[in-house]
């Protein structure tokens, strides 16, 4: 067991590592492109979205929820993509080379995504605070948001992963990633509210987890406990089928490019 | 002398996507020698190798490491190998330290063990200067040497070498020839793929010939060479229109014990020249056939390639890559 976390502790640290040396990366990591649909987004379509429809003071607060989701969404499907640079490098052959619990690198992955998305998420509702979006359910709240996060990040990152050892040249894997992401965040109610979408979109919106985690974590920025905690029920469940069949396609991905 | 087997492999096949990568393959490596598996890209080698290195589950028979079956005690056979991949396996933003913390981490050494270890093998591969910059800053010859200092990390008792001097300069080359004698001095077994002929004669103490996804025969260089039978005169001729000709004339005779075409005239093996060389120039003579050359020489690994696969080591190089 204390092998277990020594192994995932180094390759986890590795990723940190990595990370603290690529300048710009960091830099990026931090202030991402999240931010610019957050501040520019959300102050551009002020007077055009009705708050009569949007049930939100203003819509920044109600975009900061919607923003939150699309970073967890972000960073879960590029989770993979170093994996998939190991697996062209030789570099997932020699760390498989050595006695190491096969799945060690596929958990510190997974940690290091966690962490550094829940960094971004905090960013994220940090600079809405400063728009003056205030979360209505405090610091419990925004710990379920991160769990709520962290449950989506985690399928998310496995279908990354799944990917990374599925594909069989990386530029197939862009390509889907950047086919994925657009129709995911517009076929949610990351921008408008689901009962304010046209019938086909909001039908389509419902199959997607996206609009659960939204759903769950929007009432706990804007309104109250009572309010949330059915939505964050039913995002739990819905969160813990998502993930499940996510890993379960992703074990079978990387048992099969193990050979 | 009954030698310890370090590795024996045993009807070994192994097919992926409907191609058939490498087929009934049997060989032993004995303890402490350098084992090299030669033959051109897509022979097989590698899949071989990765079967070895655990990295792969053959699709029939069995391969032991010190008596650790691959697959079933595929963990232990872990601890006891060590792996230098044909591609720089290191990843560009750590310095060359730092992979070898990683490394031994993940081989769970005690920290003080680790710290020895890498100081050591920094030293070794003479990359102490360069050990605290990211491996992108490293040259080709570096990144190399880093590639072998990974793979020592664990003080393996095999070390695999996926074709350790692809691709580099002749200082670089000899330096690696080097580190593998010195290791092999200390004891290790070296199980080494190579296309390189003059690698596989130099460094060998035993090798198998892979083709097509087959051995085609085992034995030291010497051996192997011997096993030709005979030294081999090659003829080059002015015009090769009575090549066959000649080839038909020469065929018969005692002196001559075989004769193959070439593009550009003929490669007769001989028993021994001075028996030979005249009864070839002599039936060269009487057919009108111009000699533009003479070659005599010993066989070479060369010669033992194209007498067991049918072709030259380049030649099916290049038809794999079509």
């Not at chain 1, 990595?18 to 610019?36: D, G």
């Not at chain 2, 090659?234 to 009575?242: A, M, N």
């Not at chain 2, 065929?251 to 028993?271: F, M, S, W, Y």
């Amino acid at each position: 067991m204390k092998e277990y976390w020594q192994e995932i502790r180094a390759l986890t640290m590795r990723w940190v590592l990595r990370l603290s040396r690529e300048k710009f990366s960091m830099l990026f990591t931090l202030v991402q492109p999240m931010l610019f649909w957050l501040i520019f987004f959300g102050n551009l379509f002020q007077r055009a979205a009705d708050s009569q429809v949007t049930q939100a003071p203003n819509y920044i607060s109600f975009l900061a929820a919607g923003v939150v989701v699309m970073t967890v969404l972000n960073n879960g499907l590029a989770g993979g993509v170093d994996l998939l640079f190991d697996k062209e490098n030789g570099f997932l052959e020699r760390l498989m080379s050595t006695p190491i619990h096969r799945s060690s690198v596929i958990l510190s992955r997974f940690i290091f995504v966690m962490t550094i998305t829940s960094l971004q998420v905090l960013v994220i509702l940090g600079v809405a605070f400063l728009f003056g979006v205030q979360p209505a359910t405090g610091l419990l709240g925004i710990a379920t948001i991160l769990l709520i996060g962290m449950m989506f990040g985690v399928g998310l990152t496995a279908i990354s992963m799944a990917m990374a050892f599925s594909v069989k040249s990386h530029g197939d894997f862009f390509s889907v990633l950047g086919f994925l992401s657009l129709p995911m965040i517009f076929l949610s109610s990351a921008l408008v509210p689901l009962a304010a979408m046209p019938g086909w979109m909001s039908f389509l919106a419902k199959f997607n987890p996206m609009t659960w985690a939204i759903d769950a974590v929007r009432p706990l920025i804007l309104s109250n406990w009572s309010e949330a905690l059915p939505h964050v029920g039913m995002v739990v469940v819905v969160m813990l089928v998502f993930d499940a069949l996510c890993l379960y396609g992703g074990a079978k991905a990387f048992r099969r490019a193990m050979g | 002398m009954d030698r310890a087997t370090a590795i024996d492999v045993s009807h070994l096949s192994k097919s992926y996507d409907g191609h058939q990568a490498v087929a009934d393959i049997s060989f032993t490596v004995h303890a402490g020698e350098i084992f090299g598996l030669l033959g051109p890209n897509g022979a097989g080698k590698s899949t071989t190798l990765r079967i070895l290195i655990t990295l792969l589950t053959p699709s029939s028979g069995r391969a032991t490491v010190f008596g650790l079956d691959t697959v079933r005690d595929a963990d232990r056979v872990r601890q006891l190998i060590g792996y230098v991949p044909q591609e720089r396996a290191i990843d560009r933003f750590l310095t060359g330290k730092e992979h070898l913390e990683l490394l031994a981490a993940l081989y769970h050494l005690p920290k003080d063990e680790a710290k020895s270890r890498i100081a050591e093998l920094l030293k070794l591969v003479e990359l102490e200067a360069h050990a605290d910059r990211p491996a992108k800053t490293y040259s080709g010859g570096m990144k190399r040497k880093l590639d072998i200092a990974c793979g020592l990390l664990p003080d393996p008792r095999v070390l695999f070498l996926d074709e350790p001097t692809l691709g580099l300069d002749v200082q670089s080359r000899l330096r690696i020839w080097d580190y593998i004698r010195m290791l092999k001095a200390r004891g290790m077994t070296v199980v080494m793929t190579t296309n390189y002929l003059d690698e596989a004669d130099q460094l060998c103490d035993r090798l198998a010939i892979i083709d097509g996804g087959t051995i085609k025969i085992i034995g030291s260089p010497v051996e192997l060479k011997v096993g030709l039978g005979g030294d081999i005169v090659s003829l080059t001729l002015k015009e090769t229109d009575r090549m066959t000709g000649l080839e038909s004339a020469l065929k018969g005779q005692p002196a001559i014990k075989a004769v193959r075409t070439t593009a550009k005239g003929l490669d007769i093996r001989v028993e021994s020249p001075e028996k030979a060389l005249p009864v070839i120039l002599e039936s060269a003579n009487r057919l009108g056939c111009s000699v533009e050359f003479i070659q005599y020489n010993r066989p070479r690994l060369d010669d033992v390639f194209i007498a067991h696969t049918g072709r030259r080591i380049e030649d099916a190089a290049v038809n794999h890559d079509e």
